[in-house]
């Protein structure tokens, strides 16, 4: 109904009259240990682009790349020099490496900020980003018996298995604080709030 003077009367938004749950002042822990947990996440991801740069097997690859190349009748047949071939694509393996490092690295970073915020969008895509990892780790615990065998050098074994199984405990850490009840309730309110405020019936 409006007024006499032109002001109108609050109009209660879908929350009800008393409006959409209030937000509390500071994160729940569980959140707050989640965030952690990300930032935890990238800073592994940056050691593994580290080891990567300076710790790569160059030696140890060729060899291995080598001796699966020898005898190889493909290879025969289209003439190809097989240590020319693989002297150019060992850095082409490098470069992805640290590529993919690299994109993990601002994945992490990202998810961090988001999730820091209470967004719900960013705790289902950090939830998906945390299965791929999980999946990864388990596969890094499926590689031991072949990784403990083969002359891969230390810095190697860091890099794929310890690595792989470091992130594989941090991803189940972080997708546990991300959907515990504390998380649930600040994540909803902030979901709520941020829906009214786009309606109108709040200040922004």
């Known amino acids: 109904m409006s007024h006499p003077y032109g002001y109108s009367q609050p109009y209660p938004g879908p929350a009800g009259p008393a409006g959409p749950p209030t937000v509390p002042a500071e994160r729940p822990r569980s959140l707050t240990y989640a965030v952690y947990g990300m930032w935890l996440g990238a800073v592994l991801s940056a050691v593994g682009v ?3 740069l300076v710790g790569y097997d160059v030696d140890g690859m060729r060899e291995t790349m080598l001796t699966e190349f020898e005898g190889d009748p493909r290879l025969e047949d289209s003439g190809l020099d097989p240590e020319s ?6 850095p082409v393996i ?4 640290v590529v993919f490092g690299l994109v993990t690295l601002g994945l992490w970073i990202w998810m ?4 820091g915020k209470g967004r719900n969008w960013a705790r289902i895509v950090a939830t ?3 299965a791929f990892s999980i999946f990864s780790g388990l596969s890094s615990l499926a590689n031991i018996p072949t990784a403990m065998s083969a002359d891969t050098g230390a810095v190697m ?3 794929s298995v310890v690595l792989g199984i470091l992130q594989l405990v941090l991803a189940i850490a972080i997708l546990v604080l991300l959907w515990v009840q504390p998380t649930n309730a600040y994540v909803n309110a902030v979901t709520a709030q941020r ?4 309606s109108g019936y709040l200040p922004r």
Do not use: H
Not at 85 to 90: H, L, N, R
Not at 94 to 97: D, I
Not at 112 to 115: E, G, P
Not at 195 to 198: H, L, P, S, V
């Open 112 to 115: 961090a900020l988001v999730n």
């Open 50 to 52: 580290v080891l990567i």
């Open 85 to 90: 071939f693989i002297d150019a694509f060992i």
């Open 157 to 159: 074994f860091l890099q």
């Open 128 to 130: 998906v980003f945390g």
């Open 195 to 198: 829906k009214a405020e786009r």
């Open 94 to 97: 490098q470069g992805a490496l």
